[in-house]
């Protein structure tokens, strides 16, 4: 009988399997005990916030199956474009000074809204087109500090999202700065239990729930606009109340902190983690569309999808059922399943629901 141990989702990979049902706050079961875990399972658990599992202790080689162990799909293929690198560079940089900016909040030193917003701003501007993040933050080696470069993510993935959302432009500023501090907290819990591997007591992992709230609390008297501390207090808030740190409700929760929440996960799923191969954009998109229901704010959620979706517009893409075939057109109301030109036929995923795609080719 192999034993059973519980780990932070962090730990998790594709193929372990589940030592136990993982139970929402209501005692509904999200995933069945026995379960193997694969990347919607993931992103299950990243939607509900749950943050550890238990899982059967097996040795590592069992628990990859040698289609999992070896995907074609994901061998890394390295960037050499200019205009790629020389954002690669600039990223590095701007690591180093949300890094020290983070810090020096937590600190008690007061927020620097101009030299703050200036790291987004910058890598923003290096962009040709900002549908070109998507894939520059697919192919970027980042530091190990998750924490940091997720935090430059998700606000240049708000503050692109936010003028998806046609907001003013006084609104986009604000979001890029709550992105920008939205982890903030994370920074009063220690490193060491962030990565703690393997068992953690419920204290802890109480305590790295606590974030949030750390972060209002080192920002809340300081001067920057309410909206961004109500972005930063609320973006682990669900519509149904299931989330932390208030358990409110749709209509209670800031907008900022819904926006955030959605591009939280987003980043989660698709940079590279040690937990996950990064995923097809259209899987993500795809897991988006059928688990956030009374979780996330479906109107802001869909104008997001949408937008992803059409930056493939035109691209060559492998189906489900092998075939190859190129995208011809996005559906608005379900992004994942566009329609696609497969030599002289025309496939409208829409209607075919057996078909998915697989993996963006060229
Ligand atoms: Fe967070
Ligand atoms: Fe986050």
């Keep these: 009988m192999a034993k059973s141990i519980r780990i932070p989702i962090e730990q998790l990979s594709e193929g372990m399997t589940l ?26 658990l990243k939607l509900y916030d749950i943050l550890s599992v238990i899982i059967l202790d097996l040795p590592v080689t069992d628990y990859y199956p040698e289609a999992i162990r070896q995907p074609h799909a994901n061998i890394h293929i390295e960037r050499t474009d200019l ?30 809204i101009d ?25 970027i080696k980042t530091t190990d500090d998750y924490t940091f470069s997720h935090s430059i993510n998700v606000s240049l993935l708000s503050n692109i999202f936010a003028h998806w959302l ?40 109480a305590s790295i729930k606590k974030h949030s709230q750390y972060g209002f609390e080192l920002i809340k008297d300081q001067t920057i606009p309410y909206d961004v501390k109500m972005g930063v207090l609320m973006h682990h808030e669900k519509l149904n109340g299931s989330g932390y740190p208030l358990g409110i409700k749709d209509e209670y929760i800031h907008p900022y902190a819904k926006i955030i929440s959605i591009v939280d996960i987003y980043d989660a799923m698709t940079s590279t983690r040690s937990y996950h191969e990064k995923a097809c954009p259209f899987k993500v998109i795809h897991m988006f569309e059928y688990e956030s ?14 937008n992803i979706a059409h930056n493939y517009l ?48 060229y």
């Design 19 to 44: 030592g136990d049902d993982v139970v929402n706050s209501n005692g509904l079961i999200l995933i069945p005990k026995n379960t193997v875990i694969h990347q919607k399972h993931i992103f299950r």
């Design 83 to 112: 205009p790629f690198l020389e954002f690669q560079n600039n990223y590095a940089i701007k690591e180093t000074q949300i890094k020290h900016h983070l810090e020096s909040i937590s600190n008690g030193e007061p927020v620097q």
């Design 115 to 139: 030299e703050l917003l200036d790291i987004s701003y910058s890598l923003l501007e290096q962009l040709k087109t900002k549908s070109n993040l998507f894939n520059y933050l697919h192919d």
């Design 166 to 205: 046609q907001l003013t432009h006084k609104e986009i500023e604000e979001i890029t700065l709550a992105g920008l501090l939205h982890d903030l907290g994370k920074t009063k819990i220690s490193l060491e239990l962030l990565n703690k591997p393997g068992k953690l007591t419920d204290e802890e992992f």
């Design 293 to 306: 229901y009374g979780l996330l704010d479906t109107s802001m959620l869909f104008v997001f999808l949408a």
């Design 314 to 361: 035109g691209r060559v893409v492998r189906l489900s059922s092998g075939d190859e075939g190129k995208i011809i057109f996005i559906h608005n109301t379900s992004p994942s399943k566009p329609i696609i030109e497969v030599g002289e036929k025309i496939l409208d995923l829409a209607v075919l629901p057996h078909l998915s795609i697989e993996e963006i080719l």
